[in-house]
């Protein structure tokens, strides 16, 4: 099979990626073979007409072995006579009991010799012959170097070969008979549901059924490996997911354990210590300067004019008193008169005073008058005096 490339080398070599695609897609079949060979074609037939004569030689081998063999139950028997205890004899008779492939052949002695004898020697011959024509080095193996054309066509001169033409319907049809029992076996293996004396129709078919089976193993193998090469991407993608995420928990866990955050709580922890000391350090200063400023004099002369504006205050707020009182003896009420004045040029619908306050007001402003007309003469006076 080709071999997979990892996903993250294809990321980061599009131009390799490009390549890899176009070999396994194009140029390349999924076993490595190349789709553009103008001789694969012929070497393939040539292939398969080679695996059919190797498998029918295999068959016609094996069956004529088959003859041959000893009885099931024969073999049974003396492996349970040959072996000590009720184990041994368990096992033999449980390997008797499972269904075999091909039914027991008919004992050796219903045959007669000569045909034993044929189908004693028949195989290796076979097999012989096989080698030779399937071998193209005279290397093949030691025993079919040694023997030669001559030494073939005198083995086939003599006896029991001489009487082969004689039993060979008979050779035949045993022969049949153990490949029919052999294909009724695949069948029944390859078509375990179907009922066992239907069997004979499927023996047609097998050479398709396992053509597919064995193509559908390809394919399968095909796909495991996809899937398996996918799986491990998926896994190395995970892994790095993973160390990402571990890389950024220990970054994290640094950043709020680590030596750095350690340094800045410790540092923070430093400033606030300053930044108290400075504070105490200010109130202490301020408390220095109120000692330097407001001396013990200072604040008794402060806390004695202190005293002094209350009193004046309070002599004020008498004299303010008297006055309103002279006023209210001229008959102007002074609350009303600072009423008025806050809602002059309001239209209140009541009297804004008394004809007294009225006379006492015009009486003021007529003195203002006239003071101020007495100013101007004495300064015409002044003038004229300095001229």
């Known amino acids: 099979m080709i071999p997979p490339v990892e996903e993250a080398v294809l990321r980061n070599n599009p131009d390799f990626a490009t390549l890899y695609t176009t070999l396994t897609t194009v140029i390349l079949n999924p076993d490595g073979s190349t789709k553009t060979d103008p001789g694969a074609k012929e070497r393939a037939n040539e292939a398969r007409n080679s695996r059919l004569r190797a498998a029918k030689n295999h068959l016609l081998v094996q069956a004529i072995t088959a003859t041959t063999a000893p009885p099931p139950a024969e073999a049974a028997s003396t492996a349970a006579d040959g072996k000590v205890g009720s184990a041994a004899a368990r096992r033999a008779a449980r390997a008797t009991s499972r269904p075999a492939l091909v039914p027991p052949p008919k004992p050796s002695t219903e045959l007669p010799p000569d045909l034993m004898d044929l189908l004693m020697l028949l195989p290796p011959l076979m097999q012989l012959a096989n080698t030779q024509a399937s071998s193209s080095s005279s290397s093949s193996s030691s025993f079919s170097s040694s023997l030669s054309a001559e030494d073939v066509d005198l083995l086939l001169s003599s006896p029991p070969f001489t009487s082969l033409p004689e039993h060979l319907p008979r050779l035949a049809g045993l022969v049949s008979e153990n490949l029919q029992a052999a294909a009724r076996g695949l069948a029944r293996v390859a078509n375990p549901a179907t009922n066992p004396s239907y069997l004979h129709r499927a023996v047609p078919g097998l050479p398709a059924q396992v053509a597919a089976l064995q193509q559908a193993i390809?394919?399968?193998?095909?796909?495991?490996?996809?899937?398996?090469?996918?799986?491990?991407?998926?896994?190395?993608?995970?892994?790095?997911?993973?160390?990402?995420?571990?890389?950024?928990?220990?970054?994290?866990?640094?950043?709020?354990?680590?030596?750095?955050?350690?340094?800045?709580?410790?540092?923070?922890?430093?400033?606030?210590?300053?930044?108290?000391?400075?504070?105490?350090?200010?109130?202490?200063?301020?408390?220095?300067?109120?000692?330097?400023?407001?001396?013990?004099?200072?604040?008794?002369?402060?806390?004695?004019?202190?005293?002094?504006?209350r009193d004046s205050k309070m002599r004020l707020e008498e004299m303010l008193r008297e006055r309103k009182a002279l006023l209210k003896d001229y008959g102007i009420d002074a609350d009303a008169l600072d009423g008025d004045d806050k809602d002059e040029g309001e239209d209140t619908g009541r009297p804004k005073g008394g004809d007294k306050a009225r006379t006492m007001r015009e009486m003021a402003r007529v003195y203002r008058e006239m003071s101020q007309q007495v100013e101007g003469v004495k300064g015409d006076l002044a003038r004229l005096q300095h001229r």
């Not at 993608?237 to 866990?253: E, M, N, P, V, Y």
């Not at 680590?258 to 200010?282: F, Y």
């Not at 202490?284 to 330097?292: D, E, V």
């Open 218 to 309: 390809v394919d399968t193998r095909i796909k495991l490996a996809a899937a398996r090469h996918s799986t491990a991407t998926a896994l190395l993608d995970l892994l790095d997911q993973q160390a990402t995420a571990l890389s950024s928990f220990i970054r994290t866990l640094e950043a709020k354990h680590g030596p750095v955050a350690r340094s800045l709580e410790l540092r923070a922890a430093e400033m606030a210590l300053d930044a108290q000391s400075a504070e105490v350090d200010a109130n202490a200063s301020l408390a220095a300067a109120q000692r330097a400023v407001y001396t013990p004099e200072a604040t008794a002369a402060l806390r004695n004019y202190a005293s002094h504006l």
